[in-house]
């Protein structure tokens, strides 16, 4: 038989290496950002402010990627904006897919009253504008990182808990889970042995996903005033100064804005490639 | 003169190389029906197809001419052939559930192309097609023009497609297994149609299907196809006092008669098989070389 | 009947949804922080201006009572007053909305076109490079978030090659006096082609940015559906008819196509107008998102809950009409 779709496959291996190459490459710069940082990120020079990168005339020794208007160095704090980015993308995201994917797939299984609740619940939540929830959200518990993480999970637990439920649900008519449970699993059981190993690509998907868009919100917030602290390296933060200034000095938003694309393209392919990798049905 | 449809030496192949059809020649006068007669998978379909130039993109034609009233259409660029298939020839498809557009009233299904393409006036088309609708036996056919098709039986909706087949007087019909996907009190009446359909208005009839006795009761000659070539190819009668092939011999033996309703009912014998298959693989190492 | 009973259904769902929304403002707003007419008040306010807040929420009342007489107002369209701008903040409120849904209507119509376009164009050529291009087009606009669409296209034609502008909703030179918000529609009813030339100009690029992501998922949805489609006896049928390619696969396999991709653009057009938040804010756009988030800046609590339910109705609202054109266009359903 032929694939239905008559859609071709893409190269899945070169997909995963890219993506996961560059997510590498970030991490090392995260974690060893004090080691190879050539400038605290923090230090201002207003007399050093606005340098171009190393290929342009007037540049000084050791900026690399060049200054922003206070003279703080732009390659130093986008490494160290690394760190916050992978930070706030490990653990909003994990956290998030848990509290989602657990919720999809009660409602999803079970049905019934959890699913009703479960379901109005997402409803409500999919009537917000999510980044002004997210907003709103840290205007009122105050800034911070433990913050931001916050708002990620409340605001987007929504995407695991509709996907899965979806999911669960096909799942869940099918024959094998009755033969499951005639065997004499009890529901529970035969939710975690027999429907969570069969959503769990989706679930992989999902979460590199939003990894990705943990990374986005953040930038939002930053780039809205409201992440971590004003002159914490942040690349929202970056990108919202470079906003101002591009027609002065374009580096200081293109060098953040590149990685940051770059971070969220990966993450998504990423996501896409493992599916595809960990897909029983299609491997 | 050439019959109205001839086929010539046609080859088929996947477009990664296997071979569908081999060099297959068949003949339809107008005003006669033939029979086109293969398991699945032996190709028969793809005659058809290859006529009115609906293939499979990963299919493609790899040789012969096809002759449809004088002119080879595969000599023609593909914009004209196709103009030329839609005013002289026209399908019976096999499933009347996805034959008909869904979000379409059956009215302008049948006179749209009437009105497009061959430019008729609405009213003409019109007129045309309830007419039709009564030919082909349906209640109301006024009503029926402005129902959609999900609210039709299977059967309305073959008579529906059979009717519009015959709407812009094509001079050959090609029907492709047109009773397989109906029940089996619908598909006798429908057989039945088709053949008066064709008789009333003298078109030519190549008539696709898997069913030997379905073909002894519309064909005046048929071709026998086995693995994507023609094994035999003869008159009715002659076929069924003599066949020559013993593939076809074999066929004949395996189709259930009132007479002998179950004792018949023998697999063609895998000596005949590796025979024919014997004869293609040869037909395959010449058309290599 | 059936279908008079499913859409009372719906509403009625509707309103319990809305009125969730209601409650998790409130709460947010009022329950969450500490004190809220400490968060409610400009700096340098004084005792007198605590007093006068604290009799006009109610403050004294217990958080039951509080949220019955909020409720009771919001359902009026009473939202109070603004604490930044002092004005009413259903005045201030209709008056940003057309803005908003102006950019809005433009960026799903970009949406529906680019991607219709590449749906079409796959389907036409599928199984070439062209159909490959579409397929690796689609997958890139699709995991790149609006936000970013707008920083590049800030970059590339605002800063690298400025033929658009990036900043504001109409130049301030033109100086003309509207007599609504809805500019665009009010120029072309006017046939001021300048006038709808400078705000085209100012608000394509916001638009564009909104419209990437979702066109990206038009041309796969709809191109999947398409595909799927043109295997379809009918569609053979009509190829045999004389019609052309073009022909079959835009009148007869499109509206066919068209159905499933609806509802899922329905709930993403809602995520697009969500998004006009931030895109308004990038590019200066004088609209509710940009706002909303000055309010929040300035923490005027009033305008931050009208706005939230403003845009909480807007998209229930949306998917009401996605839902009812969905039946109004589905023959099968129309007539069961």
Redesign the interface.
């Known amino acids: 038989m032929r694939d239905a779709?008559?859609?071709?496959r893409?190269p899945i291996g070169l997909r995963l290496w890219l993506s996961g190459g560059w997510l590498l490459i970030l991490a090392c710069a995260a974690i060893f950002a004090p080691l190879i940082a050539p400038q605290d990120p923090l230090a201002q020079d207003l007399f050093s402010g606005r340098l171009p990168p190393f290929w342009e005339s007037g540049t000084e020794p050791g900026f690399w990627l060049g200054t922003d208007s206070l003279g703080r160095d732009v390659l130093s704090r986008m490494l160290y904006g690394a760190r916050l980015a992978l930070i706030v993308a490990l653990v909003a995201g994990t956290l998030t897919c848990i509290i989602g994917a657990s919720l999809g797939l009660i409602a999803g299984y079970y049905r019934g009253w959890p699913d009703r609740i479960i379901s109005?619940?997402v409803?409500?939540w999919?009537?917000?504008?999510?980044?002004?929830?997210a907003?709103?959200?840290i205007?009122?518990?105050g800034t911070g990182l433990t913050s931001i993480i916050l708002a990620i999970v409340i605001i987007d637990w929504t995407r695991f808990a509709r996907v899965i439920r979806a999911e669960a649900m096909g799942q869940g008519a099918m024959d094998y889970v009755a033969s499951a449970q005639v065997a004499g699993r009890t529901r529970f059981g035969t939710m975690l042995t027999e429907i969570l190993p069969n959503v769990l690509p989706t679930i992989v998907a999902l979460l590199t996903l939003e990894m990705?868009?943990a990374v986005?919100v953040e930038?939002?917030l930053s780039?809205?005033?409201?992440s971590i602290s004003t002159d914490a390296p942040t690349w929202g933060g970056m990108?919202s100064e470079g906003?101002t200034s591009?027609?002065q000095a374009?580096w200081v938003?293109?060098f953040p804005?590149i990685t940051?694309?770059l971070t969220?393209?990966s993450f998504?392919?990423l996501g896409?490639g493992l599916k595809d990798r960990f897909d029983p049905v299609l491997r | 003169m050439r019959p109205f449809l001839s086929i010539r030496n046609l080859s088929v192949a996947l477009k990664n190389g296997g071979l569908i059809l081999r060099n297959v020649s068949l003949d339809v006068a107008v005003g006669k029906v033939h029979g086109l007669v293969g398991e699945s998978g032996a190709g028969k379909s793809m005659i058809g197809k290859s006529v009115?130039?609906?293939l499979p993109?990963a299919l493609q034609i790899t040789g012969g001419e096809i002759w449809l009233d004088g002119v080879d259409l595969l000599s023609i660029p593909p914009?004209q052939r196709?103009?030329r298939?839609?005013?002289t020839?026209?399908?019976i498809?096999?499933?009347p559930l996805?034959?008909?557009?869904?979000?379409?009233r059956i009215g302008p299904q049948i006179t749209r192309?009437l009105v497009?393409?061959l430019g008729w006036t609405k009213a003409d088309a019109q007129a045309r097609a309830l007419e039709l609708l009564e030919e082909v036996q349906i209640a109301d056919p006024a009503r029926v023009m402005r129902n959609?098709p999900?609210?039709l039986s299977g059967g309305m909706r073959q008579r529906i497609?059979i009717a519009s087949a015959f709407a812009?007087k094509p001079k050959l019909i090609i029907a492709d297994e047109p009773t397989t996907a109906l029940d089996v009190t619908v598909q006798k009446q429908i057989l039945r149609l088709i053949a008066d359909m064709q008789a009333r208005h003298g078109s030519a009839l190549l008539f696709v299907t898997h069913d030997l006795g379905v073909v002894s009761k519309v064909c005046d000659a048929l071709s026998v196809l086995y693995a994507g070539k023609v094994v035999e190819d003869a008159q009715m009668r002659r076929f069924f006092c003599r066949p020559v092939h013993p593939y076809s011999r074999a066929l004949l033996a395996a189709t259930p008669t009132y007479t002998n309703p179950t004792g018949s009912l023998m697999p063609v014998p895998q000596s005949v098989i590796d025979a024919v298959e014997r004869e293609v693989v040869q037909h395959d190492r010449r058309w290599r070389a | 009947m059936a279908l008079l009973r499913s859409f009372l259904m719906r509403l009625i769902?509707t309103a319990?949804?809305?009125f969730?929304?209601a409650v998790?403002v409130f709460v947010?707003?009022r329950v969450?922080?500490g004190n809220p007419i400490a968060m409610m008040l400009p700096p340098g306010a004084t005792d007198a201006d605590i007093a006068r807040l604290q009799a006009q929420y109610g403050f004294d009342k217990s958080i039951f009572q509080q949220f019955l007489i909020w409720l009771g107002d919001v359902v009026q369209g009473d939202f109070g007053t603004s604490i930044s701008l002092r004005q009413p903040v259903s005045e201030l409120v209709l008056n940003r909305l057309p803005a908003t849904l102006e950019l809005s209507i433009m960026a799903l119509t970009i949406a529906v076109l680019l991607g219709g376009a590449m749906a079409l164009l796959g389907t036409r050529y599928?199984?070439t490079k062209a159909e490959?291009a579409v397929?690796i087009g689609a997958?890139?606009a699709?995991?790149?978030?609006d936000?970013?669409w707008g920083?590049?296209l800030?970059?590339l034609f605002?800063?690298l090659w400025p033929i658009f502008n990036i900043s504001g909703r109409i130049s301030p030179a033109l100086n003309i006096d509207f007599s609504t918000n809805f500019y665009l529609f009010e120029a072309i009813l006017r046939l001021r082609f300048d006038v709808i030339g400078d705000l085209l100009g100012h608000m394509l690029m916001p638009a564009l940015a909104l419209a990437i992501p979702l066109a990206a998922i038009i041309a796969q949805l709809l191109k999947?559906s398409l595909?799927?489609t043109m295997h379809?006896?009918?569609v053979?049928?009509?190829?045999?008819?004389?019609?052309?390619e073009h022909s079959v696969i835009i009148h007869?396999a499109l509206?066919?196509a068209v159905?499933p991709t609806l509802t899922l653009v329905g709930?993403q057009f809602?995520?697009l107008?969500?998004?006009?938040?931030?895109i308004e804010?990038?590019f200066s756009y004088e609209g509710l998102?940009n706002m909303?988030?000055d309010a929040?800046?300035n923490?005027d609590l009033p305008l931050?809950q009208g706005?939230?339910i403003l845009?909480?109705l807007l998209?229930?609202l949306v998917n009401l009409v996605v839902d009812m054109l969905y039946v109004v266009l589905?023959?099968?359903l129309r007539?069961a």
């Open positions: 779709r008559g859609n071709r893409q109005r619940f409803d409500i999919m009537a917000f504008p999510p980044v002004l929830f907003i709103l959200l205007a009122v518990i990705g868009i986005i930038a939002i780039f809205v005033n409201l990108i906003r591009v027609h374009w938003l293109v804005l940051l694309f969220v393209l998504s392919q896409e | 009115l130039g609906t993109r914009a196709r103009k298939i839609g005013a020839a026209a399908l498809p096999q499933d996805t034959a008909l557009n869904p979000t379409r192309r497009d393409i959609y999900h609210e497609l812009a | 769902s319990i949804t809305l969730g929304v998790i947010v707003i969450v922080p599928r199984g490959g397929d997958g890139m699709l995991s790149i978030p936000f970013l920083l590049v800030i970059l605002g800063v999947q595909k799927e379809l006896d009918y053979t049928l009509a190829r045999t008819r004389g019609y052309s007869e509206p066919n159905l709930v809602t995520f107008i969500g998004g006009t938040v931030i804010r990038l998102g909303a988030i929040v800046i923490r931050i706005i939230v845009f909480a998209f229930t589905n023959p099968r007539h």
